[in-house]
Every structure is written in C-alpha cells, then in structure tokens.
C-alpha cells in the first residue's frame, strides 16, 4: 500500500482556506524546497499523521504550533488517500474526523513502520560539537532501535523501547517504596520473598535484566547491517566494530539508572579513534549515523501484516528524509539512491532537500525510473482578509506543477514549449525548447560518460561545447549507432544556426511557426538520446536470436551477430557499473575493458544474475575472449560459442541483458 495524495489545508506553512494537494500517485518522491518555501512542513504533516494512532499511543489533535500562524482560518487538517481505492483519512481539528483516521487499521499499521529523520535528528548520531565520547543511548533505544521486538515469557513479544519502559516504571516515586499494582500483579508469580522492599528491588531487577538482554542482541544484530550500509554508501575504509554497552544498574540511592551509555566502536583504514568527532571529518560522521538510522529501520520494521485481508499489498512502510545529506559530500550522495532502491524498494520514500545541486543530481539519476517522481517548492504569497475585512498579504508555498514535475528536465521543458506555442507564445516557446536542447546535450554527456572540458563555473560550458561533445562521441561510434543518429545531429545542427540561437536573444526577429515546431520534435529526438541505445538492444538481441535459429548461419552472419552481442553487452555494463565500482582516474573516459575489469575484481552487491555470472570462471573466461579482447580468433567462432556467450549475457527468454533489470 502506498501513499497516492497528501492534502494540506491551514498545516503550517500552508494556510486555508484552500486545500493544496500533493500528488504523490503512489510513487517515491523527490521534493526540492528553497528555505522558507514550506518544505518541512511535509516532513511534519507526514510525521504527525502517522504519530497519531492507537499503535502509537500519542494521539492528539492539531494545536497552535500545527496551526498556520499568518492565517485568519481557524481549521487545520491533514488528509491521505491510500491507493486502495477508499476515501482519504483526515486528522484534523475535527474529532470524530481525527478519531476515525487513529483508529483505522491502515493507519495503525503504517505507524508501527513509518521512520522520519531529519538533520536535526541526525545530528544527535554526531555531536559534532561536543569533546567527549559519542553517547548513542537515548537515540539507539529510542529511535534506531525503539521497535526492536523481543520474546518474552509466555510468547508476548515486546520492543525494546517498552522493554525500557518497563524498568523505569518499575522505580518507585517519592520517598516511598510503592509501586503501580501493575508491577506486583506481573512479578508475584516468581519473587518469593514477602519483604515490601525486596519485592520492588525483584521488579526493578527483573525489568532491567530483560531490557540489559534484549538491548545487547539488538546491538549484536545491528553492526553487521550497519557496515553493510555503510558500504552502499560509498563509506570506505570505515566500519563499525561493535558498540560498548555494560548494563543498566540501578542506583538505589537516587532511584534511578546508572550505565545508560551506548559508545560507538569504529574503525577508519584500521585505525580506532577514540573519540570519533575529532578524527572523523563531517562526511563521515554524517554517513556513519545514516547507516546507523536506516540500518536500524530496515532491521526492526516488521514484515507485512496480514490484517488488512486478502488482495493487499500489506501495510504501508513509509521512509521520509529531509535534509539528511548536508554534511556529505555531494560525490557521495548518489550511492544513497541506489541504496534506497536496493534495500528499500518495497517502501514509500520521501526525500527533501534545499540544496538546488543535489536534486538535480538526484533527479538525473532517477529520471528513467517509474518509481520516482519530484516536484518543486518556493516562497510565494496569497492575499487574504484581516479581521476587519481588508487585503493582507501571507506567505504561501508556490508548488510547480507543471515542468517541473517531471523526472525528465529535457521532457519537462518541451511539455512548457509546446503549451507555450499551442497559445502562440512563439519567442517563449522558443526560449524554452533552447533550454530543453541544451539539458538535453547535458543529460547525454552524463549518461554516457562523455568528456567535455571542464570549467569551474558549470554556467560558462555553452551548449555548443556540449554539442560538440556528443558530436564527436557519436563519430566513434560503430556505423550502426553513427547511422541511427547521424540525421538527427545534422537536423540539430541545422536548427541550432537558424532557430535555436536567435531565439534566446531579446529580438529574435521573425519567427517561423513550422521552424520552431520543428526544432521542437528534434529536441525531443534527442532528449531520447540517453534512452537509444538501450531501446535498440531488443531489436539487437532478436537478431542475434535469429541468427542462431539459423540451422547452418553463414560465417559472416555469426561475425556480424557477435559484433551486434558485443555492442548490446558493452553499452549496458557501463550503465550498471556507474556507482557500483571504482576505477583509477584517468585522462578521458574509461574503456570498456577497464570497467569489465574493474567489475570482475571488485564483485560489488547488486543483481543476483550479475553475481552468479562473476563466479562463474568458465563463462567469465569466455566473455573475455569473445567480447572483451580486441582480437578474438573470428576463424574459429561456431554457432555453439555464440549460444553460450548469448545464454550468458542475455537473460533466459527476454531482451535484455543482465545487467538491466527486469
């Protein structure tokens, strides 16, 4: 089950009386807030609805901090529609409203595995500011690892952070030694003694046992999750050791815990720094505590529940970051992504960010993905009546709606262009078909790993300079590629003298609609650049098929069908080896060899088919002399290799190869 809208009306930083709507069509989402533009307040609207549940035992209604302060609306309301088809759930100043939604079992369910960080939040993994040692305590029993659960006696199951509940509420209050009933009625099965003092000192004891126990395996099973984590985050040479925990003692004089102390064990190229805020620099102490959150989530959340009935997709799991990258380097935020879709791809994730670069990074890795989609925020203003009837001025967030929520930037703006010329906007539509052809060329060259000469002012490489890139990239291609794309760089070429410049002038003088319409369509042509290559390959892959179907092919047509295997196996590995492993730099793109090389010393997690392949010596041998050296003996290549180098490299009965996923 998946979240399909979020609506807000008077939450925050959105006032009434208009609701605003967040189409979230039960996809992950990548929202880019400027400060100020109302971002948080999704992260808070999210945040309170799923606090407000039976499961969660804080249900309350919206109060004045809830409340738009600027709004004269008296109302306030959060309201989520489920994409099971049912009527949206409302938490709001209205109690039977609010009492429905705490009480709603989808809600329940979605509470128990709903994890919201913030850098606030995560700062408290850092204590970047203090001296002394990193004291996780509080954060690891009440946050990361709160939902731990742990069998007790009599098959109950309890978490952790009730476990720890339990044994300070087994400490008595005031001067006196009594005891909520509660804890007589649970412990007098077992403490013998009749002495009033020693039956609380039985109760506090037991208690503190069972949470000391529990709270010792759930760090046992933490570290190895967390140094996985901490690998998919791109985080080398850091791992973590263990964690020094020695146990709650109860401090009879003061009636109150001593020990509550969780001290990080990590190692850093071997090296043990005793106090990691010293020696660790701000990246990695923000990598160390991300592994640490969402290893902890994804250990503890439990599997689907099987109340909501049969047809179900199980509860919803809900993962909502905002601004959690901050103190990483923007090199090493991407590894997030993929992390995010290997481990978390059963849930609903909500990143947030005001950092314009990152999202755009983020927006380029995702931009193909079906999973993903991402909207915009700014500050902006609406006008609303004062008490005394007259026009006043409140902040508003602005949403775009439009472009911007497409993944695709190049798609986006050609959607604007050709609204723009639709209206007869042609000088407008002109400008925006410009901006789409140049993310267009920016978009190729990041793809495809295409050199173009560096500056350090991103603003000063002129779209000719990516031109020029994709140009000559395409001029090394086989003449395969060079015929599919040869007409389409001319056309460019054409349109980029006569329309696509002038047109970003002030005066571009007279503009021809048919011109214009067609620069459009070869823009579009080519914001499908990225994709081309990889929509050729079923086409590619069938002939292939065709040629072993053969019952005696011709040698040149089994010469030809490897070359064709070989181009399809070259232009996908590079895509699946992005991110996943490292290579020496070097002057200019890598070849293809390197990233074949580099791929098979490394192994790094990821399709299981592409893991199965690498320990596999005799095909890895046989991808090696037929697609990977520059030479292969052509004299002795038979129908039966190239079925075996097919059976290796393509999946069983599709088109596609390994390293794309199904």
């Known amino acids: 089950m998946k979240i399909k809208t979020l609506t807000l009306n008077n939450f925050r930083a959105f006032p009434g009386p208009a609701p605003v709507t967040i189409d979230l069509a039960g996809k992950n989402l990548l929202v880019y807030g400027e400060n100020g533009s109302g971002k948080s307040s999704i992260f808070h609207a999210l945040k309170y609805f799923f606090s407000n549940s039976d499961r969660t035992f804080l249900y309350r209604l919206p109060d004045e901090s809830a409340r738009n302060q600027y709004s004269s609306d008296p109302s306030c309301s959060i309201a989520i529609k489920f994409d099971d088809g049912t009527p949206a759930l409302v938490w709001s100043s209205d109690v039977r409203a609010s009492v429905a939604t705490r009480r709603d079992t989808r809600v329940d369910e979605a509470a128990l595995r709903a994890s919201f960080l913030d850098y606030r939040a995560l700062l408290k993994t850092n204590f970047v500011h203090g001296a002394g040692q990193i004291n996780l305590f509080d954060v690891i029993v009440g946050t990361i690892l709160a939902d731990y659960p742990v069998a007790i006696a009599g098959g109950e199951t309890r978490t952790l952070i009730e476990l720890y509940a339990d044994a300070e509420f087994a400490i008595p209050r005031g001067d006196s030694l009594d005891y909520p009933e509660i804890v007589e009625d649970y412990i007098g099965a077992y403490v013998t003694s009749n002495n009033h003092s020693d039956r609380v000192l039985a109760a506090i004891d037991k208690f503190r046992r069972d949470f000391n126990n529990a ?22 040479g850091l791992k973590l050791v263990g964690f020094e925990f020695d146990s709650l003692v109860y401090n009879r004089k003061l009636k109150k815990f001593d020990g509550a102390t969780i001290f990080p064990r990590v190692t850093a190229e071997s090296y043990a720094p005793r106090v990691l805020q010293t020696f660790l620099n701000e990246s990695r102490l923000s990598a160390l505590g991300l592994a640490l959150y969402l290893a902890g989530r994804f250990q503890v959340v439990p599997a689907n529940s099987s109340e909501l009935g049969a047809g179900n997709t199980g509860p919803l799991k809900l993962l909502v970051l905002d601004d959690v990258l901050m103190g990483i380097d923007h090199s090493n935020r991407l590894p997030l ?72 930037l190049p798609k986006g703006l050609l959607e604007h262009a050709a609204r723009f010329l639709e209206r007869g906007h042609l000088a407008a539509a002109g400008n925006y078909t410009r901006a789409a052809y140049e993310a267009a060329l920016r978009t190729t060259c990041h793809e495809f790993g295409i050199p173009v000469a560096y500056n350090v002012d991103q603003r000063r490489i002129k779209a000719d300079v990516f031109h020029g890139a994709v140009a000559e990239w395409l001029s090394n291609k086989p003449q395969e590629a060079r015929s599919e794309f040869g007409d389409l760089m001319k056309e460019l070429e054409f349109h980029r003298g006569i329309i696509l410049n002038p047109l970003s002038h002030p005066f571009p003088g007279s503009i021809n609609r048919g011109e214009l319409e067609s620069a459009l369509r070869a823009v579009e042509r080519l914001s499908e650049l990225t994709r081309a290559g990889l929509s050729q390959n079923p086409r590619r892959i069938e002939f292939v098929r065709a040629i072993l179907g053969k019952s005696a092919p011709m040698p040149e047509e089994l010469i030809k069908a490897l070359a064709t295997l070989k181009s399809v196996f070259e232009s996908t590995l590079e895509s699946y080896c992005r991110g996943k492993i490292t290579v020496t730099y070097r002057k200019g793109r890598p070849s293809f060899a390197t990233f074949w090389s580099a791929l098979k010393r490394q192994n790094p997690p990821g399709e299981q088919i592409v893991n199965v392949l690498l320990n596999n ?5 046989l991808i090696d002399t037929w697609l990977v050296a520059e030479r292969p003996d052509l004299a002795t290549l038979d129908r039966a290799t190239l079925r075996k180098l097919t059976q290796a490299v393509i999946r069983d009965g599709g088109l596609k190869t390994i390293f794309e996923k199904e």
């Open 215 to 236: 709270l010792r395996a759930a760090l046992n099973d933490l570290v190895p999750v967390v140094n996985d984590f901490l690998a998919g985050l791109s985080a080398e």
């Open 617 to 621: 010596p005799a095909q890895v041998a």
């Open 337 to 408: 992504l993929r992390l995010l879709e290997q481990r978390f791809a059963d849930w609903q994730i909500v990143l947030l960010t005001h950092d314009r670069v990152w999202f755009e990074m983020a927006r380029h890795e995702i931009w193909s993905k079906s999973a993903w989609s991402c909207l915009e925020m700014f500050t902006g203003s609406i006008t609303q009546s004062d008490g005394g009837g007259a026009p006043v001025s409140i902040h508003c967030p602005t949403i775009h709606g439009d472009h911007h929520t497409s993944l695709s």
